[in-house]
């Protein structure tokens, strides 16, 4: 059986709601009490929509302002079942904590950082009773272990409100070790301990990395089983999560970090005024940057000075057994974009800012994961796009499907990719088009999203996956329950292709969806048709696209183009949010 899923999903609704009161818990945290309507189960334009429900402790509902002030044309369009967020040049948003959420006064506290700069704390500032605020979510629930012996609660100001409301509920019945770092005493709140709780207060500067990973390496270490959930500014908490999960080697299931904010390296004003005085055209950036840092990763270089500060050249060339000339090429520059420092120091080598935050995963997957191979493909550009073909498909000799199908790691990559579509996917489960489906047949790198979903809507068909043995072995990975699941293709009421034809061509999707109507009438294509409004890297998606698989991003009408070349006919589409939709296809 595999593990228990990590999260809840929820509805995603927009929702207004008015200020009522404003206060101040400290000088450091301004609360923000809002009530309205639109908390308790409403209708607008004639679709009826559930409850503000946040059972998490740190759930977060997304804010949505403007930096014109014309928050009306920020906010992204209601679907019956999610959010598409349409394009809006002054949108700004902002995720938060709710404190508290009190359904019985129909009332959701805020917690405000009062730190004097961002648009969320000037909304906050300028509160007063009656002006409106409108925001999304939560979209999921953190599901914590059902038995532990203990649980660590991290985080700086940032985090107050989660910790709070963890500690006035208590999701878990077991002791709550707390450790806050603040700007200085004053920011320190009356929380509700327990016997057996510990809290432990740490004064330093916002985003301070060393100061935080210092106070956590301090902590004793409880006992039994236990659960860490850290947030902070993400710089800061890269050596905690190296830590936690490489000395104390805590199991991913029983660590939670996340990101709260991102601090930016100010600029003195003076040296500001300078930079915009001489700027001059915007310049294409050089990839060489990105190329070193792919080389570092890549060798073990990172890794290396992490585990080993202090290391000469020529101690770490030995160590990663690559010639001293290499290593020696590639220093310099690593310390010019600040991976390392001390490449001409007798203090040896140490990680940079830029070495620490490669530690992440998440981040070195830029330059080392599926993504950082599409993006190389792209040197094939212009001869692909001469020859009518994918980059891809010049760059590695095969097309991506067979690529991802016979490697199992690029085609767990897809999947855990996919993992978010799992929000997404209420307007599908809650479809008529299930109310007679005894069995489902699935296929393509979302299907173990499409079973929670199903799971989370109360719907129960037989599944069966249509997948090569390589991806059927790795989505059984990602399955809850595996055990209930056969794993050969065959005949069902309906198909779901979730995400499959993103990595095909046009003629292997054709194919696929031939394959199809070998063993259903029904089919169901989840596959995003436009980008996410949302995504900082919405201009890139059709380039992405073609790269994989020679064609651009698909819209409605080309996957109505390839349903029509295999048999199909489009009976309706039904828009799930953030680009993404369902096509449902019935046999011709």
């Not at 030995?318 to 520059?333: E, K, M, N, S």
Request: charged share 25%.
């Amino acid at each position: 059986m595999a593990a228990q899923r990590a999260y809840t999903t929820h509805p995603l609704v927009l929702r207004r709601v008015t200020v009522r009161r404003v206060h101040e818990v400290t000088p450091r945290m301004r609360r923000v009490v809002l009530g309205g309507d639109d908390l308790a189960a409403f209708t607008r334009d004639g679709t009826a929509h559930p409850a503000f429900a946040a059972p998490g402790f740190d759930d977060h509902v997304k804010l949505i302002l403007a930096s014109d002030g014309d928050v009306r044309a920020a906010l992204p369009a209601q679907l019956p079942h999610g959010i598409e967020w349409t394009p809006a040049e002054h949108r700004l948003t902002r995720d938060y904590t709710p404190r508290r959420v009190d359904h019985r006064a129909g009332e959701l506290h805020l917690d405000f950082v009062v730190h004097g700069e961002g648009p969320a704390e000037a909304w906050s500032a300028s509160a007063r009773e009656g002006d409106e605020l409108w925001f999304v979510g939560p979209k999921s629930s953190l599901r914590l272990p059902e038995r532990l012996d203990w649980i660590l609660l991290i985080g700086d100001e940032t985090a107050l409100p989660a910790i709070g409301r963890f500690l006035d509920e208590r999701p878990l019945d077991a002791p709550a070790h707390v450790l806050v770092t603040v700007s200085d005493d004053a920011a320190r709140q009356e929380l509700a301990l327990r016997d057996g709780d510990t809290i432990r207060w740490v004064v330093a500067e916002p985003g301070d990395a060393a100061a935080l990973d210092a106070a956590v390496r301090a902590l004793p270490s409880p006992a039994g089983e236990g659960f860490v959930w850290a947030a902070a500014e993400s710089r800061a908490l890269l050596p905690v999560r190296r830590f936690l999960q490489r000395e104390r080697k805590l199991p991913k299931g029983r660590v939670n970090i996340t990101g709260y904010w991102h601090r930016e390296e100010a600029v003195a004003p003076e040296a500001q005024g300078t930079a915009d005085a001489a700027q001059g055209p915007a310049e294409i950036p050089s990839p060489l940057p990105w190329l070193v840092a792919r080389a570092a990763l890549q060798l073990g270089v990172v890794d290396a000075v992490a585990d080993a500060p202090g290391l000469s050249a020529d101690a770490l060339a030995a160590r990663l057994d690559v010639p001293g000339p290499g290593i020696g090429v590639l220093l310099p520059l690593l310390a010019a974009y600040d991976v390392v420092v001390g490449a001409d120091d007798r203090a040896g080598l140490h990680l940079g800012p830029v070495g620490e935050e490669l530690l992440d995963d998440h981040e070195r997957e830029e330059y080392t994961g599926h993504e950082a191979e599409l993006l190389l493909a792209l040197a094939h550009l212009a001869p692909a796009l001469r020859d009518g073909t994918s980059p891809w498909r010049l760059a590695s000799g095969a097309g991506l499907h067979d690529t991802v199908t016979h490697d199992a790691d690029r085609y767990g990559e897809l999947v855990e990719e996919c993992e978010q579509l799992v929000f997404l996917l209420d307007g599908l489960t809650a479809d008529p088009l299930w109310e007679n489906v005894g069995t489902c047949l699935l296929t393509g790198p979302g299907s173990a999203s499409v079973v929670a979903a199903l799971d989370d809507a109360g719907r129960r068909p037989r599944l069966r996956v249509a997948e090569e043995a390589t991806p059927a072995e790795v989505l059984r990975g990602h399955v809850t329950a595996p055990d209930r699941i056969d794993w050969t293709a065959g005949p069902a009421d309906v198909a779901v292709a979730a995400k499959a034809l993103a990595h095909r061509t046009d003629e292997e999707a054709a194919r696929l969806l031939t394959r199809l109507a070998g063993w259903t009438g029904t089919a169901v294509l989840v596959e995003a048709s436009r980008p996410d409004g949302l995504s900082p890297h919405a201009a890139e998606a059709a380039l992405h696209a073609y790269t994989a698989t020679g064609s651009p991003l698909r819209d409605s009408a080309a996957i109505a183009a390839l349903a029509e070349r295999s048999g199909w006919s489009v009976d309706r589409t039904i828009a799930l949010g953030w680009g993404t939709e369902a096509t449902v296809l019935r046999r011709a």
